[in-house]
């Protein structure tokens, strides 16, 4: 009997499920889904077509990127050397005027003796 039961609920739950899926169906046009299935399928292969330029350019990036890398290094090490060779000159000038004030202190006007500002940026810092 419980067998019995089991079998007619099983039946009206798939007569109700058939139901329900055919509202469903009516509710939303078979064209509408034709289109959105090709608009989908549109945006695919547009997105796939963008994955395949962009994997290019990156590897074309990457390929230059290795070519140039060792000038970059080279070109930094440079520039590290010329700044720290005309911090040097600099401090070097600083100090010789600093002996010339006091030795001769007629020799440089009252206002160039003043603290000058150091107006250079400092390149080791980020902006």
Not at 62 to 86: E, G, W, Y
Request: hydrophobic share 30%; net charge negative; glycine share 2%.
């Amino acid at each position: 009997m419980a067998e019995k039961e089991s079998e007619s609920e099983s039946e009206s739950m798939k007569l109700g499920s058939e139901e329900l899926s055919s509202e469903f169906k009516t509710l939303v046009s078979s064209d509408d889904l034709r289109s959105l299935n090709h608009l989908q399928h549109t945006i695919l292969g547009r997105l796939q077509d963008s994955n395949a330029v962009l994997s290019h350019f990156n590897d074309f990036s990457q390929h230059c990127f290795t070519q140039i890398s060792p000038d970059m290094a080279r070109n930094t090490r440079v520039l590290k050397s010329i700044k720290s060779d005309l911090d040097y000159i600099f401090l070097k000038l600083r100090n010789m005027k600093t002996k010339l004030s006091t030795t001769y202190p007629d020799a440089f006007p009252e206002d160039s003796t003043s603290n000058v500002i150091d107006r250079r940026p400092d390149l080791e810092m980020p902006k």
